[in-house]
């Protein structure tokens, strides 16, 4: 095994610091928008996806506090609700999703351990993600792979930090890395959001309360259900 996938032992009171990226709605999930036209549900995609990025930083927060979460956004109003409680913002300059989770790890200055984990997670809940650096504290270097096993939704790093390579093919590529992959049985964590199909999946886990708030009256399920929506 590499020296980046090495086991480590786990430490009684490590404090995590996590990264989460987060797109501005008016330029982020392109597919959940086109589906939602598509369906004729007359939503906002705008609105959902703030929504299911508020849910994941929620949860982000109360696993390891606000002062360990950094944002990375170009979206105002998320920037500052965020960062009134405590949570550092570093402005994400467009340059693509792994350029601002580096500069999201560039901001980290603790010699702590470090994790990337995707803003759209609305299904995430703080015992799940504590389970899932719980297992990562077992590695120098490891990923949580989606739910199709292709994608990543958590790249972690005890010992340094390293170079995040989100996007298709994703889970392939962190491991051909050195990082080592963690198939955790976390389908809250592992359930990101890209269109209404994934959005359908996260609803029946259950999601937090801004997602649902946003999607109130969609039924969305019961489209699934009756045939007319997504295949879930």
Known sequence: ???????????????????????????????????????????????????????????????????????????????????????AVVPDPGLGLNAAISLGLAAVTAASPVAALLGDLPALTPPDLQQALAAAEMHEQSFVPDAGGEGTVMRAAVGGRFRPRFGPGSADLHEEAGATRLGL??????????????????????????????????DLLGWAHAGHGPRL
């Open 185 to 218: 049985d976390l389908p809250r964590l592992r359930t990101d959001v890209d269109d209404v199909a994934s959005l359908a999946r996260a609803l029946r886990l259950g999601v937090g309360s801004a997602t649902t708030a946003a999607v109130r009256g969609l």
């Open 1 to 87: 095994m590499s020296d980046a996938g090495r086991t480590t032992p786990p430490s009684r009171q490590r404090e995590w610091h996590l990264v989460v990226p987060v797109k501005a709605p008016s330029v982020g999930k392109s597919r959940l928008a086109r589906d939602l036209d598509r369906l004729g549900l007359g939503a906002d995609h705008e609105a959902i996806s703030r929504a299911v990025a508020k849910d994941t930083l929620a949860a982000a927060c109360r696993t390891v506090g606000a002062r360990c979460v950094v944002l990375v956004t170009s979206d105002g109003s998320t920037a500052e609700e965020w960062s009134a409680q405590g949570v």
